[in-house]
């Protein structure tokens, strides 16, 4: 159900309205029989085992008297006998057979309270259709076996209509209905607002019909019989016919709708009270009708500007005796305030987009739940690191994850023998070594430091301005531990870089990432493809270095600091791997968690770094 | 690695006015880290991290070494006392290769040095309380006076030592050599061991195993209370090898972690010349005045050049040349300085460390403080040459995904072989030679492969929407390194309507016309998987997860998917969208319901009935019902008003070519 459905089958949203002003779409005639369709109806098609209204649709030049609605995937066809002429375009008034509808839907009501009956005494019944006087059939039918007796299902019926119980209609989604109600038929489409019936007390179904407002006005509905038929049961119900009910009548629907009675519209005003008259329905009903608020702010000026047709029926006052002139005056009046008012209700509606009847609205309600995707925190972190070194020259690049030995390894000046190249800490792939003795064999890469010969490579010369993240495995003896994560990668190599420098960028980073205040520590350490090493501490994002957070102990750092990771000064024989001269550049580079580092900004309250690796949807749907 | 040290011991090899907490912030700061500093009732205990080329600074001393020369270098009085390396040899004691009491055969590539002394007469009793205060306070667990006495030389110098029972080496004889795989050795500590082979062990005279050398003692040869005469065994193995016997072995004893970082061969005697004082002293035992030292190919330390120029790059012109040379000296360097340079050359306990210039920039810079360096910007120029890898594509893509409303996950790209063989069999995987289990023993070459595992564990939350953008693994042929492939892959429990959708718009915003052609895919059900196709290029899969793959990965809903090489969008994907004016003329909107037979495809059609009529300027199905569809089409003139006559005939005109193309039927 498109909203422009519920803009144009105005039966579904008000099923009391019996008259509308709207344009014809389209005419087609074939023998006897003519088709209209309208830009907007209120003729029920026949659908849902209700059987389609009938009335008129009435034009300047002519009319056609409707005898059968066809629902057309919306757009319902009205098929009928046409007398005089109907073009597209032309403005027509839709006028229903209210008595028919009225019986019609009062039959459809008391199908739903049917139900509603027997389903609080036999939830196991599968209701399977319900027949609500097509072919003069009326029945819910159901699957199962259970013993009904009309005496003990009757007096239930009897007490829910003295009730006086509300039935809604409205829109929702199948999420929102599965939430409400036990019983959703399994072939409703998922992604249309669907429309909906609710009986107060009971459980939402899902329902394309009209519907009364209130079970009062199903008053001497009886339920007549109860048939077995194979493996099904029929429970046959009665609506008393003929004219609306005065007992019906007189309790008519809680909210008062904006729509008053009419009788058939004068085409000319023979005398002046008549003349107020047809102002007053032509203006109501236009006003009823406007679907936007540009659309009403016209009708306002027509009616209520300097020119307006109010000031125009104003002007006729001299011509009026005293006595004329003071009748006459205050029903101008009148007709002045019930015009200001609709078209200000009507303003509030648009406003509401047929949410709501009423003026007020409550903005406490935390409203529809809107669903948005989640980008993993993991990203952001990412990106806001780009950012930060893409501002002072650095380039992102992405090396492999699967490399020759060579890269990670070898050319960073870690001996063959280094623990860290054995089958106990790194992964190593099931194929032969590399025809190059040189490349050696193929790993999955601990570091990001692969890199940092690679870019050499690509680069061939200084200046060298590196950012290197991607993902890095470590074969950690604890299976518990994660065995991939991401890093982060930096690597400067220029003339005269000195440890100030790497102080510096790093000292930029932490207050960019972190914010004021944030610097970094540096102590000794060791790597294989730095000299010197070092241990890379920030000023303790959480308590900015005071060791004190509103007079407690920081839980997150030891004396103001945080480790963040490794850095240093790019060793030589890194360098003379990379084809660069050592006695002419220098370099540094670091290279540290992306989790890690971003676990660290205040309040992000992340613990254990493997929840940024948890794929459970609960977690994931916090970033 | 780390290793505590109550303060009283520490001070036992250092004087100083400073306090426990002041040594601990000035070490961390230009030395090894202190992770923690606790109380423990009246002793301050330091838990200090070494790093692993620094082996030298693993024991009292070396900590109490390295504590002088920062308190030195920051004017605070420090004095190093009780250096064993200071101390001169016993003088009633004979160095030797060969002694009476013991027989030896050394492979002395295992063992470059190998030495022991026989020590008689000794009683096995407690150790005095402080030692085992200081012990307990160390880490260690006091046993008795020789156990104690072995772990006491480790701690406080940095050199593991063994205590044989002399009486229980079979005809006192030792052979030092290469294990066999499957010769078994019973621990100190109980354990039997199968060994692996290649690792370091001692044969005695009854061809018994009596060492698992570098790592632990033998049962059969250990101290015990009736002990009366113990032979006193410190040496320096290959490295190596320890290393891979313990890891083999899951013994990682605190030797082992030593042995394996090649401690200084230079501490053996000092070492085991103390051990002779302590034993005498807690054990009552006597040295035989012959010690066995079988060391041939003694270490050379060379010296080593630093040019001030590169000194001062390095340290941003911070520190004097003069400073630069009192640093040096008081870690122990012979130093000479000229107006160029510095000679240096290492103390035997950094020989290991200390190769090269920016080795020695590294000892005077921390030693001079880091914190003290000024903090600067590069100034040089920026480089230009950026490969364009498309980085902001991939976050395009992202971005796109989450309006859509899936959630994004990072997984592990391993996966089990079962998981493997969903696409393409195991063998179109990288596998890992050593993976931590069957679980994560190949790579990944779908997204999918992990995806769905994840789908799989959130199906409580269902419906679901998660996509990830990551790299697979394809293997190439010959020795080359795989293709590293980002790909995007979005799994949904919601409709398939709702997935093409949302495929549709991504191409959309990419600027890339695509096909789904249907056909067969790996993982995916017969008749609702196809690819996706753009010209030549195949892009990508998308379909319904078949009912083996929902097997293996425990799905019980239907999940709905595609994967896309992001590779191939960046090359295709649109940086700069042509635009167009809107036309002036209003639309005329129709409807059109076709009958259409089995399994008629509507993408097809859809692309006809735009080439038919120049006026379609967008169709789109609206409506499936039973055998018809319902197709929502606007027609337009971009250069007059279209009236509803023409749209008529347009519509007649297509309905009519479909039923040729298509078999289709009007439905009225």
Known sequence: MSSTMKKTLIYLIDSKKKRLQTKIVSVVSKSKVTSVTLGKTIFYPQGGGQPSDQGTIRGENGGLKVTNVVYNDGDPIHQGKLKGKLKEGDAVICELDWERRYYYMRLHSAGHLVHEVVHETFPELKPVRGEHGIGGKQYIEYLGNASLEVSRLNPRLQQLIEDGRQIKTYFVTLDQLKEKAQFVPTNLPKNKPLRVVEIEGFEPIPDGGTQVDSTKELAGAVIAKVETKKENILVHYQVERGSPDKKARRIKPAPVRHETTFSTPEVTAITDKEAIRSVAISAIALISDTKDLSELEDLRISYLGRKGKVNCLLKKLPTFTKDERLEFGSQVNELKKSLVAAIEKRGLQLLGKDDSDQAWVDLTDPGKKTNVGHLHLVTRAIEEITRIFEKIGFTRVRYPTVDWDWYPFEALNMAKDHPARDEWETFFIDKPPSADKKKGHMVLTPHTSNGQVREMERMGEPPIRMLNIASCFRRQQDVTHIQSFLQFEGLVIDRNISISHLKGVIDYFAGEFYGDKVVSRLRPFNFEFTEPSFEVDFTCPNCRGTTKVSGKKCRFCKGGWHEVGGAGMVHPRVLTNGGIDPDEYSGFAFGWGVERTYAMKPGININDIRMLHSTDIRILKQF | ?668
């Open chain 2, 1 to 668: 690695m780390n290793i505590l040290i109550p303060y009283s011991w520490l001070t036992k090899y250092l004087k100083t006015t400073a306090s426990a907490k002041k040594i601990a912030e000035y070490l961390s700061l230009s030395g090894p880290s202190v992770d923690t500093l606790t109380k423990m009732g009246n002793e301050w205990v330091m838990d200090i991290e070494v790093t692993t080329n620094r082996i030298d600074m693993f024991s009292v001393l070396g900590i109490a070494r390295d504590a002088r020369s920062i308190l030195k270098h920051r004017k605070i009085d420090a004095q190093l006392i009780g250096d064993i390396y200071q101390k001169t040899k016993p003088a009633n004691l004979k160095i030797s290769n060969r002694v009476d009491y013991l027989k030896t055969r050394i492979d002395p590539e295992l063992c470059p040095r190998f030495s022991a002394v026989l020590i008689e007469g000794v009683s096995v009793k407690q150790s005095p309380p402080e030692i085992r205060r200081l012990l307990t306070l160390a880490g260690h667990r006091p046993i008795n006076n020789l156990v104690d006495a072995s772990n006491w030389l480790m701690h406080a110098y940095g050199q593991p030592v063994h205590v044989f029972d002399y009486d229980l080496i079979e005809k006192h004889q030792m052979t030092l050599r290469s294990s066999k795989k499957g010769e078994k050795i019973t621990t100190l500590d109980k354990k039997t061991f199968e060994l692996p082979g290649n690792d370091i062990v001692i044969e005695d005279g009854g061809r018994r195993l009596i060492d698992l050398c570098g790592v632990m003692g033998g049962s059969n040869s250990a101290v015990n209370p009736e002990t009366k005469n113990v032979l006193l065994f410190v040496q320096n193995y290959e490295e190596n090898r320890v290393r891979q016997t313990s890891l083999k072995l899951s013994q990682r004893t605190i030797a082992s972690q030593i042995f394996e970082k090649d401690p200084d061969p230079e501490a053996v005697l000092p070492v085991l010349f103390k051990g002779i004082e302590l034993i005498g002293k807690w054990a009552g035992g006597k040295a035989n005045h012959q010690v066995l030292d079988i060391y041939q190919n003694k270490a050379s330390y060379p010296q080593i050049k630093l040019e001030f120029n590169k000194m001062n790059t390095y340290l941003n012109n911070q520190v004097s040349d003069q400073e630069a040379k009192s640093i040096l000296s008081n870690l122990g360097f012979k130093v000479e300085i000229s107006k160029e340079n510095i000679l240096a050359t290492p103390p035997s306990w950094l020989a290991n460390n200390m190769k090269l210039d920016v080795d020695l920039i590294e000892e005077i810079a921390r030693i001079w403080g880091y914190q003290y360096f000024e903090s600067l910007l590069p100034t040089g120029e920026i480089p230009q040459n950026n490969p364009r890898q498309g980085f902001e594509i991939e976050f395009g893509l992202k971005q796109l995904m989450k309006s859509f409303g899936y959630t994004e996950l990072y997984s592990d790209p391993l996966i089990s072989k079962i998981e493997a063989n969903l696409v393409g069999g195991c063998k179109q995987h990288l596998r890992l030679k050593n993976p931590l289990g069957e679980e994560w023993e190949y790579l990944r070459s779908s997204l999918l492969q992990t995806l769905l595992k994840a789908v799989s564990g959130n199906e409580a939350d269902a419906p679901v929407d998660l996509f990830d953008l990551s790299p697979v693994f394809i293997p190439k042929l010959k020795e080359s390194l795989p293709d590293e492939i980002m790909m995007l892959a979005a799994a949904t429990h919601r409709s398939h309507r709702k997935l093409l959708g949302q495929l549709n718009r991504l191409m959309n915003e990419m600027g890339i016309e695509y096909e789904v052609q249907p056909t067969d895919v790996d993982m995916l059900a017969n008749e609702r998987s196809g690819v996706i196709v753009s010209g030549k290029t195949t892009l990508g899969i998308i379909g319904q997860i078949d009912p083996r793959a929902m097997a293996v990965f425990g799905l019980s809903r239907p999940v709905w998917v595609f994967e896309l090489n992001a590779e191939k969008i960046k090359k295709l994907s649109k940086e700069i969208m042509s635009l167009s004016r809107p036309g002036k003329y209003s639309s005329i909107v129709e409807d059109l319901t076709l009958i259409v037979g089995d399994k008629v495809t509507v993408g097809p059609i859809l692309k006809q009935i735009q080439s038919i009529s120049g006026l379609v300027v967008n169709v789109l199905p609206k409506k499936y019902w039973e055998n018809t569809v319902t197709l929502g089409m606007e027609f337009n003139h971009p250069s007059r008003q279209l009236t509803q006559a023409e749209v008529n005939k347009e519509k007649t005109k297509i309905t009519a070519k479909l039923t040729k193309l298509f078999g289709t039927r009007l439905k009225v």
